[in-house]
């Protein structure tokens, strides 16, 4: 598979809400930490487009409600602009459960 060629926008802070695009049996997620984040003092983490993190399901089955969880990103409402100057967005922003 080959690597994403452009700069990923992160627009999506700790503590957003995202749809879980999955049949783990989440369907709404909460960011709570970035996985590999290095940031400034006082800055909220950002993600992107294929960055992971660690998110706690706020809706689901009941096994599955109130855990703590790795995702994956899929969508972003947020556009990106790929090397060949197209840019892409979606409609939503989702996330895969992953482990």
């Known amino acids: 598979m080959k690597a994403k060629q452009s700069k990923t926008p992160r627009a999506l802070a700790t503590g957003t809400k995202l749809?879980?695009?999955d049949n783990t049996g989440a369907r709404v997620v909460q960011i709570?930490?970035?996985?590999g984040y290095h940031g400034v003092r006082r800055?909220?983490?950002k993600m992107g487009l294929?960055?992971?993190a660690t998110v706690t399901?706020?809706?689901g089955t009941p096994d599955m409600r109130r855990k703590l969880v790795?995702?994956?990103v899929?969508?972003?409402k947020k556009e990106m602009r790929r090397p060949s100057g197209m840019r892409v967005s979606f409609d939503d922003n989702a996330v895969v459960v992953v482990d």
Do not use: E, M
């Open 19 to 21: 749809t879980c695009a």
């Open 57 to 59: 399901v706020k809706k």
């Open 50 to 52: 294929g960055d992971l």
């Open 43 to 45: 800055r909220q983490p």
């Open 74 to 76: 899929i969508r972003a």
């Open 70 to 72: 790795r995702a994956v």
């Open 32 to 35: 709570v930490s970035v996985f």
